[in-house]
Each structure stands twice: as C-alpha cells, then as structure tokens.
C-alpha cells in the first residue's frame, strides 16, 4: 500500500529506442548508476508503457518502428510527457541518409527536446526534472478527480441501497 501511494506520487520513465548506435542509451542508463541515481529525485524507469508517465525516446525512428511507437504513445496512460533524446530522435542525425522515417516528433508529440550526441546523464536528468513539476501536477490533478469520482459513485451507491431498503 505504502509502494503504490509512492509510485502514484513519482515520475515512471519509459525508456523507447527507435534504433540508432545506442550511444544514448548507455547514457540514460548511466542515470541509472550510483553516481548520477536518477531515483534519488523520485524518477523511476519501468519497461512497462502502460505504468510510465515520460516516454523517454532515442535514436531516429526507423521504419519497422514507426507504428510501435504510435501503438507503446497511445499505451501511455494520460498524463504523459515524451523527451526526445540525442541528435538522431531529434533530426535523425547520422542516419539521415539511412532508411529511417524521421525524428521523433515526425511520430508522436515531443514535449521536451535535448540536444547532444550523446547528451551527457546529467543533461538528461535535467530534461526530465524540468519537466517533472508539471507532469506531477498534472497526474496530481487527476489522481483528486479519480478519488472525487469513486467518492460520489460510493454515495450514490449508499443512497441507491438505502432507498432499496426502504
């Protein structure tokens, strides 16, 4: 109980490679070590989409992933934020001339851009921390409209079996 209160209240990353050398993604698993520990600011990586709050998005996307990105976008419960890391989820970078179909936001909606190939773990946690207060507010937000909810369906319900019982 005390597990899913928390998890509620933190940022769950997914972490998406569209392809690309996987020079970015041995950076955002160095977020992931000791030295960076990207928990310590209350950010969780899953592989679940469907438990994420950010799409953490890397490489140009290339043609086999151009509908699986679609599809693990839509799987992302609302509110979610997308970041788009490195040169090539950017602008496809050295695989332009390749066989992909475009840069991230060509796909799915990007909400936060960061530059570098490879943008350092530090740059990566600050993307994703910048980005943080809003997407908490918004799940925040929710989470009190889901609590609201249940509490006046539960009253309705109360007042449904008293009447019954009359």
């Keep these: 109980m005390i597990k899913d209160f928390a998890r509620k209240r933190s940022i769950n ?3 998406v490679n569209t392809g690309g050398c996987n020079g970015c993604d041995i950076e955002v698993v160095s977020t992931l070590a000791p030295r960076y520990d990207i928990e310590q600011y209350g950010i969780y990586v899953h592989n679940n989409p469907r438990e994420a709050d950010v799409l953490v998005v890397t490489g140009p996307v290339v043609l086999p992933w151009k509908e ?4 693990i976008f839509e ?3 609302e509110p979610k934020v997308v970041v788009a890391v490195g040169a090539c989820a950017l602008s ?3 695989f332009k001339e390749g066989h992909v179909y475009g840069p991230v936001d060509k796909i799915i909606p990007v909400d936060a851009k960061l530059p570098g190939c490879p943008p350092r773990p530090s740059e990566i946690i600050e993307a994703i921390v910048s980005i943080a207060p809003e997407a908490l507010a ?3 937000k929710m989470l009190k409209e ?3 909810k249940n509490k006046n369906n539960q009253e309705n319900n109360n007042q449904d079996n008293q009447e019954t019982n009359k």
């Design 146 to 148: 889901m609590e609201l």
């Design 75 to 77: 799987k992302t419960p």
């Design 92 to 94: 496809c970078g050295i």
């Design 68 to 71: 699986r990105l679609k599809e």
């Design 13 to 15: 990353v997914c972490i």
């Design 138 to 140: 918004m799940k925040e």
